[in-house]
């Protein structure tokens, strides 16, 4: 029995006994006939960041035979106006199997699946984010004989009417119950939808951030996701996004992923976890059950390109009125152990070397098992602003650098930049005044790409066409005074919301 599929919740998985990174054209027909599947949509995100639809009826065997291997044109112009004319427009959107599932918003048996851009000859094209993520995969591996993994924590809001039973207390959500937490049934539907559509879930909670705002209660929710190569890992952040704003719509009610919704309370992250497999190991930890040498590397090349990230990772001027201090999100760049005031934190890893169960629990019999494959190393800059694909395709190149830098200077930049308790407190007020400070606009992000764009270019990783579009469209804000303003006018920081409440 495989345990990776064994009660897989997405119907495909179960159906075919198959993991999805082998599944076949003709395992989907099958699929397809034996489940009579009545609809196939096609599934791609946009310039945007929006997922876009293409619906197919299942008219013949011999159509949708057709369609899953020829796949459909679409208009590039429309999809990304920044990067396509209208004289010369169309694109080719061809499925990926191993993304199917059935539709759980649907009536009509319905089997989705994301697709790749490709162009008129037949290469992927140039400036979709998922084609980019596919290069700096391929140059991370090529260049270190390793595999670049990774998974995401989503945090959001979810907005219903005020309750006045059992009120919450003011930002100390954390891992709250029901009753003081109100939203934990919806945030139970939305981890069942999105596994069902292929996501691997860690687990969910209640998080900090609860408040009342014009008779609303906002409550902060997390879904955190298991480790998977960083394909995947995107994939699974833009469809799980996707699910959980359907499900508040079929329940009449409103979620946010927006970086920050109102001055003092907790804003949203999109922190990425990552770790280092090589031979289908955890190279993350050394022999030591401390970090091991390439992860260090790797840290000091997060260190190195931290301020450019936030261009793929901090798209509008909402995300830097969240990276402030004493909120729990980093303002400079430093890493540590455990230290969430850090822009690089190592969670807990399980190296303790004790069984902590069998302690627990006096019946269970004592063992010994591997848990090597639990430490990752966490950016907790970005937010759900960010392209996804290439928020993991700029940090896939900046732990390639790392360990593409010799050695010894790679370890010198971890030892400089580590910092073991929180860099706010005033006993860290000298090490602070060392530390490099991440922009705090997105004119300055964009600033920070600039100077460091030949890097993600290099390998052909990020085209210069889409670097262009990213620094364009972050200068289009002019926000470089906007802290400023928005302290002098209160109204000012809801309008930045309002307009940005959707990412």
């Not at 034996?34 to 639809?53: C, H, L, Q, S, W």
């Not at 989503?154 to 959500?173: M, S």
């Not at 951030?209 to 699974?236: H, M, R, S, Y």
């Not at 830097?320 to 980093?330: D, G, I, K, M, S």
């Amino acid at each position: 029995m495989d345990k990776t599929i064994a009660l897989s919740p997405n119907k495909v998985v179960a159906f075919l006994g198959k993991r999805p990174e082998t599944f076949t054209r003709e395992d989907i027909l099958r699929f397809i006939v034996e489940n009579g599947i009545r609809m196939v949509d096609f599934m791609y995100p946009a310039e945007d960041g929006r997922i876009k639809t293409l619906n197919f009826t299942v008219n013949s065997l011999d159509y949708i035979e057709t369609v899953l291997t020829e796949g459909e044109r679409v208009d590039g112009s429309s999809l990304f106006p920044s990067f396509i004319e209208a004289g010369n427009s169309d694109l080719y959107v061809i499925p990926r199997y191993r993304t199917a599932f059935v539709d759980p918003f649907q009536e009509v048996p319905t089997l989705c699946l994301l697709c790749s851009y490709y162009d008129k000859s037949g290469n992927a094209f140039d400036c979709s984010p998922h084609a980019t993520l596919m290069r700096a995969e391929a140059a991370f591996e090529a260049s270190t004989g390793m595999q670049f993994e990774a998974m995401g924590e989503l945090e959001y809001y979810v907005i219903r009417d005020e309750d006045p039973l059992f009120p919450a207390t003011d930002q100390k959500g954390y891992h709250e119950s029901e009753p003081f937490a109100k939203l934990n049934d919806f945030r139970r539907q939305c981890m069942l939808y999105v596994a069902a559509t292929g996501g691997q879930i860690k687990y969910g909670h209640s998080e900090v951030g609860n408040f009342t705002l014009d008779g609303k209660i906002w409550e902060q929710n997390e879904i955190e996701f298991l480790p998977c190569p960083v394909e995947t890992a995107a994939d699974q952040l833009v469809l799980a996004k996707w699910v959980i704003r359907n499900l508040a719509y079929k329940n009449g009610i409103d979620v946010s992923f927006a970086p920050k919704i109102t001055t003092g309370k907790a804003g949203s992250g999109m922190h990425i976890h990552m770790r280092l497999m090589k031979d289908g190991k955890n190279a993350t930890l050394g022999k030591d059950g401390k970090l091991s040498e390439e992860a260090l590397r790797a840290i000091a090349g997060l260190m190195e390109m931290a301020p450019s990230i936030t261009a793929f990772g901090n798209k509008n001027p909402t995300s830097y009125f969240r990276l402030v201090p004493h909120q729990e999100a980093p303002t400079n760049v430093c890493w540590g152990d455990c230290n969430r005031s850090a822009l690089v934190r190592v969670p807990l890893g399980w190296s303790a070397g004790v069984d902590m169960c069998a302690k627990t629990n006096p019946a269970e019999p004592a063992s010994t098992r591997d848990t090597t494959a639990k430490q990752t190393f966490e950016m907790r800059s970005p937010d759900c602003s960010a392209d996804t694909y290439q928020l993991m395709a700029g940090l896939c190149v900046a732990c390639r650098i790392g360990l593409e830098m010799p050695k010894e200077k790679a370890l010198e930049i971890a030892r400089e930049k580590y910092v073991d308790m929180d860099i706010h407190r005033a006993e860290s007020a000298a090490k602070l005044a060392t530390l490099k400070q991440l922009p705090t606009c997105c004119a300055e992000s964009a600033d920070a790409l600039e100077e460091v764009r030949s890097i993600f270019e290099a390998y052909d990783v990020f085209r210069p066409k889409m670097i262009d579009g990213i620094v364009r469209s972050l200068r289009s804000f002019d926000d470089a005074n906007l802290h400023e303003a928005a302290r002098k006018d209160k109204d000012l920081m809801k309008k930045l919301v309002d307009r940005f409440y959707d990412c």
